[in-house]
């Protein structure tokens, strides 16, 4: 398992974004040397936990829950054979683009250390949004996106270090529950219904997915 790249967006004016600046900084492209990656802060106050990547809508997006976003090579790839264009590595925003592991699969709480000290946590799926189905210039995209169900995932960061195109990735911690990136993203997307399992999970969710699935369980049960 390794890191193919990481990616860092500048801020750029698009028409697609509804953002209250019109600025985006999804078009992320690949580094060319080392990276440092720190816990940037709560959400609303902190952006994105890569250095030198701009995130500006930071009501919906940075924070540490979602420090940095993380997605599979292999997801790509298939993506590519499905809408039939190539698509580099950071085309879908995601900050660190991986080879030879099971984003989709991983579990909520499970830690990875990426290079000699960057020790990351997974904490939730990426939630599609428009400004993503502008990006990509797809129509449909968001509910494309979501029936498929390989959203990749956001992690926070437990160590800082400096990370580059190259470094070994390692799991280190995999929790004992069964609740997975996928399974969380079906829980808060399309089977609200499962937000209840989600709880097996406790303090390695999201902060807001916690917050939501406690609140189904106090209005309809477990």
Not at 148 to 167: K, N, T
Request: aromatic share 6%; charged share 25%; proline share 6%.
């Amino acid at each position: 398992m390794r890191l193919l790249s990481v990616n860092v967006g500048r801020p750029e004016s698009v028409a697609y974004t509804d953002t209250e600046s019109g600025l985006t900084g999804i078009d992320k492209r690949p580094a060319d040397g080392p990276v440092r990656v720190v816990a940037p802060g709560p959400k609303g106050v902190g952006g994105s936990g890569v250095v030198g990547d701009a995130v500006c809508d930071m009501r919906h997006h940075g924070g540490d829950d979602q420090a940095v976003y993380a997605f599979a090579r292999e997801d790509l790839d298939a993506w590519e054979r499905e809408l039939g264009r190539p698509l580099r590595s950071g085309a879908f925003g995601e900050n660190l683009t991986t080879e030879g592991l099971d984003v989709t699969g991983a579990k909520i709480g499970e830690r990875w250390q990426i290079g000699p000290d960057l020790v990351l946590e997974v904490t939730s799926g990426r939630i599609p949004c428009r400004t993503f189905q502008g990006h990509l210039g797809e129509r449909g995209w968001v509910k494309r996106f979501t029936r498929q169900g390989s959203p990749g995932a956001y992690l926070r960061v437990i160590e800082p270090g400096e990370i580059r195109a190259g470094d070994p990735i390692e799991v280190v911690h995999r929790p004992d529950h069964e609740v997975t990136v996928a399974l969380q993203f079906r829980a808060v997307t399309t089977e609200r219904e499962l937000l209840p399992r989600l709880l097996a999970a406790a303090e390695g969710l999201h902060t807001g997915v916690l917050r939501d699935a406690r609140d189904y369980v106090a209005k309809y049960g477990s």
